[in-house]
T-cell receptor
C-alpha cells in the first residue's frame, strides 16, 4: 500500500465550479499535511498546510483534515482556468521516522473555460 | 538570489558516466532536501540535510548516489555509474527548520542515454 494515495485524474470541472481533490494516507500518526500545486514543467509550490482536524480556509482554497478516516482534501472554489495543474498531497509520516515529506502521485485538475 | 537555485537545468549523459547536480538553497534555510520526480509521479524523497549533516538518507536508492553539504549551504548530489533508470527531474528544496513548508528549485533534468 502506498503511503499517500491520490486519484491521478484528470479531474475536469467547468470554470466557476468547486473542484474537490482527495487524498488518503496510511500512517495513523502522521501529523502534518500539505497541498502543493505543480504546473506542467514547473516545480511544486506550497498552497496549503493543515495540522489539526477540521477545515482551514485561505482565499478560494479550503483544506479539510479527518485524522480518524485518514484523509485530507482540498476544495477550490470558483475554479479558474489558471488553477489547471497537478495537485500533490504530502504528509510527514511518523511511522517511517522520516522528517521529510512523502508525496502522493498527484491529481491533475483541468478547469474548462 | 531569492529562491532555490539548481544547476545544471538540463544534463544529458551516457550510461556509466558520473554526474554532479548542484543546489543553492534560500539564504538562512537550514534544511535542504533532494527529491527526484519521474513523469506522472510525485516527488520521491532521496535525502534530507539539517545543517551540514545528512539527517535522513533513507531514500537514496543505492550506493551509486551520494550527497554532501559541507558548509551547511550549497549541496551537491553525486551519481556514479549512471543508468538509464536514473533519468528523472532531480528537485532540491529548502525550508527554514525542517518542516513541510518546502521551497523548491526548478529542478535538474537528467537524461541518461
Amino acid at each position: 500500500q502506498k503511503e499517500v494515495e491520490q486519484n491521478s485524474g484528470p479531474l475536469s470541472v467547468p470554470e466557476g465550479a468547486i473542484a474537490s481533490l482527495n487524498c488518503t494516507y496510511s500512517d495513523r500518526v502522521s501529523q502534518s499535511f500539505f497541498w502543493y500545486r505543480q504546473y506542467s514543467g514547473k516545480s511544486p509550490e506550497l498552497i496549503m498546510s493543515i495540522y489539526s482536524n477540521g477545515d482551514k480556509e485561505d482565499g478560494r482554497f479550503t483544506a479539510q483534515l479527518n485524522k480518524a478516516s485518514q484523509y485530507v482534501s482540498l476544495l477550490i472554489r470558483d475554479s479558474q482556468p489558471s488553477d489547471s495543474a497537478t495537485y500533490l498531497c504530502a504528509v510527514v509520516s511518523m511511522d517511517t521516522g522520516r522528517r521529510a515529506l512523502t508525496f502522493g502521485s498527484g491529481t491533475r485538475l483541468q478547469v474548462q473555460p | 538570489g531569492a529562491g532555490v537555485s539548481q544547476t545544471p537545468s538540463n544534463k544529458v549523459t551516457e550510461k556509466g558516466k558520473y554526474v554532479e547536480l548542484r543546489c543553492d538553497p534560500i539564504s538562512g534555510h537550514t534544511a535542504l532536501y533532494w527529491y527526484r520526480q519521474s513523469l506522472g509521479q510525485g516527488p520521491e524523497f532521496l535525502i534530507y540535510f539539517q545543517g551540514t549533516g545528512a539527517a535522513d538518507d533513507s531514500g537514496l536508492p543505492n550506493d551509486r548516489f551520494f550527497a554532501v553539504r559541507p558548509e551547511g549551504s550549497v549541496s551537491t548530489l553525486k551519481i556514479q555509474r549512471t543508468e538509464r533508470g536514473d533519468s528523472a527531474v532531480y528537485l532540491c528544496a529548502s525550508s527554514v527548520q525542517g518542516a513541510g513548508e518546502l521551497f523548491f528549485g526548478e529542478g535538474s533534468r537528467l537524461t541518461v542515454l
